[in-house]
């Protein structure tokens, strides 16, 4: 057996309601003068009542940034970063999405050890320390909560991140009764993003790939595919919400450890240019990359395929990756996403330099199973027009 590593969050909470006594359940760990990151949706919807609600009964001073944009670019980190300071605060706490997951995350780090996000962008380039750190996820898709890396946007449109054992938090607590509420579109999306992860985990080329990693991404698409329709169709459904957050959560663990491919890499400049949410943006070109990957991991596909589809099982290998593919399409159909790239403003002029920018994602690229040009790229979104 190859050699390999495994790291994760060190504690993990999963109860309903959690947030309500988020107090007793951080302790000390935090501090008494927290620095609370969100996005202003998520604050105008009351989310955080529960959890301000406990902090402030305990006596913690909390301050709150909820600038956070969806595809965070960087000012959002050196917004934070100044209100960490002015607060002078001993911890960063953060309940939302992906989004204010991983400026949390940047702010913990760079508020701790003084670094500049242009030094740190890459692999294992950061130094530490961090300001301590807990995570909330409000969707069941990213996985953040249990990942060591953080994406922002540079510039324009270009997507940059930040990879280092030193983003994972101390605490990440998964509270079902925070997705309750979550509009259909968005679970939907989120969940999809959370199966690409467990299917890229999976088939990751990255010599990281390793037998803890496979089994949580077949654990986590038994959980999505088994909730994800209940979860989207009837939003009250508690349980449903809790096995998407777990499901979520272990893809997480999963990728964090057999890194994202190619599905990832060329969702990236469908967000940067069209702000096109990531879960979406995945969902796209999805079907067409697990076609394109087909003839070098259509074996595990087969092996997959039953975690997602149980009708699948019992056939033989090649129907059951034919049917994992044209399944995993029809899905995010049926989950009511838009399945074309014109059904969200994307024309075919646009798709050159789509094809251009997606392979400037070598840290992911460099995960395919099957190696990618610029040339497939621009072959795999005209599939997905």
Same mark, same amino acid.
């Given at each position: 057996?190859?050699?390999?590593?495994?790291?994760?969050?060190?504690?993990?909470?999963?109860?309903?309601?959690?947030?309500?006594?988020?107090?007793?359940?951080?302790?000390?760990?935090?501090?008494?003068?927290?620095?609370?990151?969100?996005?202003?949706? &998520?604050?105008?919807?009351?989310?955080? $009542?529960?959890?301000?609600?406990?902090?402030?009964?305990?006596?913690? +001073?909390?301050?709150?940034?909820?600038?956070?944009?969806?595809?965070?670019? $960087?000012? !959002?980190?050196?917004?934070?970063?100044?209100?960490?300071?002015?607060?002078?605060?001993?911890?960063?706490?953060?309940?939302?999405?992906?989004?204010?997951?991983?400026?949390?995350?940047?702010?913990?780090?760079?508020?701790?050890?003084?670094?500049?996000?242009?030094?740190?962008?890459?692999?294992?380039?950061?130094?530490?320390?961090?300001?301590?750190?807990?995570?909330?996820?409000?969707?069941?898709?990213?996985?953040?909560?249990?990942?060591?890396?953080?994406?922002?946007?540079?510039?324009?449109? $270009?997507?940059?991140?930040?990879? %280092?054992?030193?983003?994972?938090?101390?605490?990440?607590?998964? +509270?079902?009764?925070?997705?309750?509420?979550?509009?259909?579109?968005?679970?939907?999306?989120?969940?999809?993003?959370?199966?690409?992860?467990?299917?890229?985990?999976?088939?990751?080329? %990255?010599? !990281?790939?390793?037998?803890?990693?496979?089994?949580?991404?077949?654990?986590?698409?038994?959980?999505?595919?088994?909730?994800?329709?209940?979860?989207?169709?009837?939003?009250?459904?508690?349980?449903?919400?809790?096995?998407?957050?777990?499901?979520? &959560?272990?893809?997480?663990?999963?990728?964090?450890?057999?890194?994202?491919?190619?599905?990832?890499?060329?969702?990236?400049?469908?967000? *940067?240019?069209?702000?096109?949410?990531?879960?979406?943006?995945?969902?796209?070109?999805?079907?067409?990359?697990?076609?394109?990957?087909?003839?070098?991991?259509?074996?595990?596909?087969? $092996?997959?395929?039953?975690?997602?589809?149980?009708?699948?099982?019992?056939?033989?290998?090649?129907?059951?990756?034919?049917?994992?593919?044209?399944?995993?399409?029809?899905?995010?159909?049926?989950? *009511?996403?838009?399945?074309?790239?014109?059904?969200?403003?994307?024309?075919?002029?646009?798709?050159?330099?789509?094809?251009? +920018?997606?392979?400037?994602?070598?840290?992911?690229?460099?995960?395919?199973?099957?190696?990618?040009?610029?040339? +497939?790229?621009?072959?795999?979104?005209?599939?997905?027009?």
């Amino acid at each position: 057996m190859s050699r390999f590593s495994f790291t994760t969050t060190r504690s993990i909470v999963f109860e309903a309601g959690a947030s309500a006594r988020i107090a007793e359940i951080l302790g000390t760990t935090l501090g008494n003068r927290i620095l609370l990151l969100t996005d202003a949706a &998520l604050r105008g919807l009351g989310l955080l $009542e529960p959890a301000l609600a406990s902090l402030r009964a305990a006596g913690i +001073d909390v301050a709150i940034y909820d600038g956070v944009d969806s595809d965070p670019p $960087e000012i !959002n980190v050196v917004e934070a970063v100044e209100l960490a300071k002015t607060h002078e605060a001993t911890g960063i706490l953060a309940i939302g999405g992906g989004s204010p997951m991983d400026v949390a995350k940047l702010v913990a780090l760079t508020a701790g050890s003084g670094e500049r996000l242009r030094d740190i962008y890459g692999v294992g380039l950061a130094k530490g320390p961090r300001l301590p750190l807990v995570l909330v996820p409000t969707t069941a898709g990213t996985g953040s909560e249990v990942t060591p890396i953080a994406i922002v946007t540079t510039g324009e449109a $270009e997507k940059k991140g930040v990879v %280092s054992p030193w983003l994972l938090p101390d605490v990440a607590v998964l +509270d079902a009764d925070l997705t309750l509420g979550l509009p259909s579109h968005v679970t939907a999306a989120t969940g999809i993003d959370a199966m690409v992860h467990a299917i890229e985990a999976y088939t990751s080329a %990255s010599p !990281n790939n390793n037998p803890i990693s496979r089994a949580l991404a077949r654990q986590a698409l038994r959980l999505l595919g088994a909730n994800i329709r209940t979860a989207t169709l009837t939003g009250g459904d508690r349980e449903a919400r809790g096995g998407m957050l777990l499901g979520s &959560l272990l893809a997480g663990q999963a990728f964090a450890n057999s890194p994202v491919a190619a599905v990832h890499a060329l969702a990236y400049p469908i967000g *940067g240019h069209f702000h096109v949410p990531h879960g979406l943006s995945n969902a796209l070109v999805l079907p067409h990359v697990l076609r394109f990957n087909r003839e070098a991991v259509g074996e595990a596909y087969a $092996e997959i395929a039953a975690d997602l589809f149980p009708e699948l099982a019992g056939r033989i290998p090649s129907e059951r990756t034919k049917g994992f593919i044209d399944g995993v399409e029809q899905l995010s159909r049926g989950l *009511g996403l838009p399945h074309t790239l014109r059904e969200v403003g994307i024309g075919p002029e646009a798709l050159p330099k789509l094809a251009s +920018d997606a392979m400037n994602q070598t840290r992911l690229l460099v995960n395919n199973p099957r190696v990618l040009t610029e040339p +497939d790229a621009l072959a795999i979104y005209t599939a997905a027009l």
